[in-house]
């Protein structure tokens, strides 16, 4: 029913910028929160910035300063502008949305297929 796409990974170099985008499509009647995970190899995957259908955001740690996510709710998309990447950023990354569509009343997760980060020299 709704189908989350992400486009932007590829290879950086450390100290370099990367955007990456993800266009939410499908029955959707609403969007709630929107959020960006990524998974390094051996770890689990962690939520590192998410935005709420107002503009809050909210930061990793790890990402603080150096990220930035917004989102376009005209549109159903969802942006990630990385700064200042380095090698420990190198992960696959998945958007998320929070979503209600038509004729359902529970609001569901869905992901997208995920984009591989390469941070290396």
């Known amino acids: 029913q709704v189908q989350l796409v992400e486009s932007g990974g590829g290879l950086v170099q450390p100290g370099g910028s990367l955007g990456l985008s993800c266009v939410a499509s499908g029955s959707i009647f609403r969007i709630n929160d929107m959020g960006w995970y990524r998974q390094a190899p051996g770890k689990e995957r962690e939520l590192i910035a998410l935005?709420?259908?107002?503009?809050?955001?909210n930061y990793a740690d790890p990402v603080k300063g150096r990220f930035t996510i917004s989102r376009d709710n005209a549109k159903n998309t969802v942006n990630l502008q990385m700064n200042s990447l380095k090698p420990e950023d190198t992960a696959v990354y998945y958007c998320?949305?929070?979503?209600?569509?038509?004729?359902?009343?529970?609001?569901?997760?869905?992901w997208g297929q995920g984009t591989q980060v390469t941070v290396s020299s």
């Open positions: 935005i709420t259908s107002r503009g809050s955001t």
């Open positions: 998320n949305a929070g979503v209600l569509v038509y004729g359902s009343p529970r609001l569901r997760d869905y």
